[in-house]
């Protein structure tokens, strides 16, 4: 049995399981053709230099980031706002687009390794992510950090005061950080993170939790959509989000900066946000500008 | 809280997409566990020294190492340098961890053959090829399968923290549409349904091997 065979039949065996499994990846990527609707913009056109693959724009999101990026429990398609917003983007650029789906650190470190054009699944601007080599577009909505309570809970204070109080979060998410590094100053008694924001929403609904830190756009939208759950308080740490692109890339960033702006002069990104959000959100005009944010877009 | 099972009719064909990267998943890592299991259990019975060296080495490292943190390293740092998808990375992850296993599980059945076995056919004039091939495997089989079978549900099982690493199989994609619809105990009870079935089809398969293999008295 300790023949010469098995060595070469091990590295067939593995090179098969290698290759077969290779088939098994295909249904990650969805490929889009870019929606027909919108008007293609000729001086922007053709224009978008560095594409990792010519005639593409690859946009990579989690798909697990309601209203962001969801997949569709009937139809199995990656959709949400991020989705509509980088189809309108493709569409005016006359690029077909591609939607691949990882988790968010892969999406980062993918990103970093130059597989996609842009990562966008909510992720805001900020220096420490500017220093691990990446750079944004300018700002297309904005979010700050609510406490999602139960309906009951209304008109409790949120984070104005949480003393005493258990907070929920989704592990790893920037809103965990805030209550992790604010936990002297805060007062409350203990911080649970869950896995996602399903599992920290069953938190809630049986008391684990008192409330959970949550993004404003996702806490609003749950509380529109299911009657067991509202906000609370105040929203705190306003920022702007962006596409994030990989350092080096910032003339196509430029020139996909102008489709945005279009996008966003001429109203399609109220009504994408409208559609998604329920709610016209504040678009920032810089990256580094300070919350709250006054500025609307055009059609609220 | 109420629950809505209707959600579980409408992911169904998602969930079943999913099932089948599982079965991808478990079924690779089977054969290359299984492959480099056997390659590790007839090293560590070998008369060289560095062989056994080598398989005792590799057998306690991996038993060492949590599987999350393997399919971590897959990843990261194997996958990242040969350029491999996510689902080959996890395959790879989880077939170096079970082989550790596997080759334990092989080796225990070789064991538990009577010495006199060796012995009468070496004295038949036999090679150990041949005798190996001829009379201790057959009759180590009857042991390898028990624990073999029981040790392949648990790579089944395993496999759904290859959701770690992005990939979107049973867990993975359970996952994802608890978070769209915020009902995960309907989905995830959908979930523990499938993995159940897989299983109860591995204790059968478990049965239909021990049956054929058994001692014809």
Redesign the interface.
């Known amino acids: 049995?300790?023949?010469k065979h098995?060595?070469r039949?091990?590295v067939v065996?593995?090179a098969?399981?290698?290759v077969?499994?290779?088939c098994?990846?295909s249904?990650?990527t969805t490929t889009t053709a870019a929606a027909a609707a919108a008007t293609t913009t000729t001086e922007a056109m053709a224009e978008v230099p560095d594409l990792v693959e010519e005639g593409k724009l690859i946009v990579v999101t989690t798909?697990?980031?309601?209203p962001f990026t969801?997949?569709?429990?009937?139809t199995?398609d990656n959709e949400g706002y991020s989705i509509d917003l980088a189809a309108e983007v493709a569409s005016r650029l006359g690029l077909e687009l591609e939607l691949p789906?990882?988790?968010f650190v892969?999406e980062m470190?993918g990103l970093a390794?130059g597989l996609y054009d842009i990562a966008d699944s909510g992720i805001f601007p900020s220096q420490e992510r500017q220093d691990d080599g990446f750079v944004f577009s300018r700002p297309m909505t904005s979010s700050g950090v609510i406490a999602q309570v139960l309906a009951e809970n209304e008109d409790t204070a949120g984070f104005a005061d949480v003393t005493g109080k258990k907070i929920g979060g989704i592990q790893g998410s920037s809103q965990e950080k805030l209550v992790l590094d604010g936990e002297a100053e805060m007062g409350y008694e203990e911080y649970l993170g869950f896995?996602?924001?399903?599992?920290a929403?069953?938190g809630l609904?049986?008391g684990r939790v008192d409330l959970l830190v949550f993004d404003n756009l996702v806490a609003a939208i749950?509380a529109r959509d299911?009657d067991?759950f509202s906000v609370a308080g105040p929203t705190i740490s306003a920022r702007p989000l962006s596409f994030t692109y990989q350092t080096g890339n910032e003339a196509k960033r430029d020139a996909i900066d102008v489709v945005i702006n279009e996008i966003i002069a001429d109203g399609t990104m109220a009504e994408i946000q409208k559609k998604w959000f329920g709610v016209c959100i504040a678009i920032p005009d810089d990256i580094n500008q300070a919350g709250p944010y006054e500025t609307l877009a055009p059609g609220c | 809280m109420e629950l809505d099972w209707g959600v579980v009719g409408r992911a169904f064909d998602l969930l079943l997409k999913g099932t089948w990267l599982t079965l991808i998943l478990f079924f690779f890592s089977m054969v290359l566990g299984s492959v480099l299991g056997l390659i590790l259990a007839l090293m560590r019975m070998s008369r060289f020294r560095a062989a056994r060296w080598f398989s005792l080495g590799y057998i306690w490292l991996f038993r060492g190492i949590p599987v999350l943190v393997i399919l971590f390293f897959a990843f990261w740092v194997v996958g990242l340098q040969l350029g491999l998808t996510p689902v080959q990375s996890g395959i790879l992850g989880l077939g170096f961890s079970a082989a550790a296993y596997i080759a334990e599980i092989i080796r225990a059945g070789i064991i538990s053959v009577d010495p006199g076995q060796f012995e009468a056919s070496e004295s038949l004039g036999m090679t150990k090829r041949h005798y190996m091939r001829r009379i201790i495997i057959p009759q180590s089989i009857r042991v390898i399968i028990p624990t073999y079978m029981s040790n392949s549900i648990l790579v089944l099982k395993v496999s759904s923290v290859a959701v770690a690493i992005g990939i979107v199989e049973l867990t993975g994609i359970t996952r994802q549409l608890a978070n769209a619809t915020r009902q995960p105990i309907e989905l995830l009870t959908a979930a523990a349904g499938i993995y159940v079935i897989l299983t109860t089809l591995l204790i059968v398969a478990q049965e239909l091997l021990e049956r054929r293999f058994a001692l014809k008295t």
């Not at chain 1, 896995?195 to 599992?199: F, N, P």
């Open positions: 049995m300790k023949g098995w060595p039949l091990a065996l593995i098969l399981a290698l077969a499994a290779a098994g990846d249904d990650d798909g697990n980031f309601p969801l997949i569709n429990v009937d199995g789906t990882v988790d892969a470190e390794q896995l996602g924001a399903a599992e929403l069953t609904e049986q749950t299911d067991t």
